[in-house]
């Protein structure tokens, strides 16, 4: 079982950075990709970054280039960089993993935080 907590959002003015820590509890063996999802104000949730196995990072859409995502200091840890923010990217942020495939040892189904909100103004 994995429980995982979100920290660092608040309120920003564009052009600010805010950094988004992702704290696991748990079983560190059953994480093996993470990721970062927003939900802006009436709109559907998103993914904005993903640690995956390996160490790979992707950023998707607007987020490339002003987004990173990365392991903090502790293997429990992970970290979304935000520069350059804008008003659009006003959202709640939640981080979730997910579990090694077909094990069994590990609870099959993604655990998500409960989120932090981001709010930008222009």
């Known amino acids: 079982q994995v429980m995982l907590r979100e920290s660092g959002g608040g309120s920003v003015q564009s052009g600010d950075s805010l950094k988004l820590s992702c704290i696991a509890a748990?079983?560190?063996?059953?994480?093996?990709?993470w990721a970062w999802y927003r939900q802006p104000p009436t709109k559907d949730r998103e993914l904005v970054a993903q640690?995956?196995?390996?160490?790979?990072?992707f950023v998707s859409g607007s987020a490339k280039g002003r987004f990173k995502i990365s392991k903090g200091d502790r293997k429990h840890i992970v970290v979304l960089q935000m520069d350059d923010l804008t008003p659009d990217d006003t959202a709640v942020y939640t981080c979730?993993?997910?579990?090694?495939?077909?094990?069994?040892?590990?609870?099959?189904?993604?655990?998500w935080g409960q989120g932090t909100q981001v709010s930008v103004s222009s």
């Open positions: 748990g079983n560190m063996d059953c994480i093996a990709d």
């Open positions: 979730t993993t997910n579990p090694p495939p077909g094990d069994m040892t590990c609870l099959q189904r993604p655990s």
């Open positions: 640690l995956r196995t390996g160490g790979e990072a």
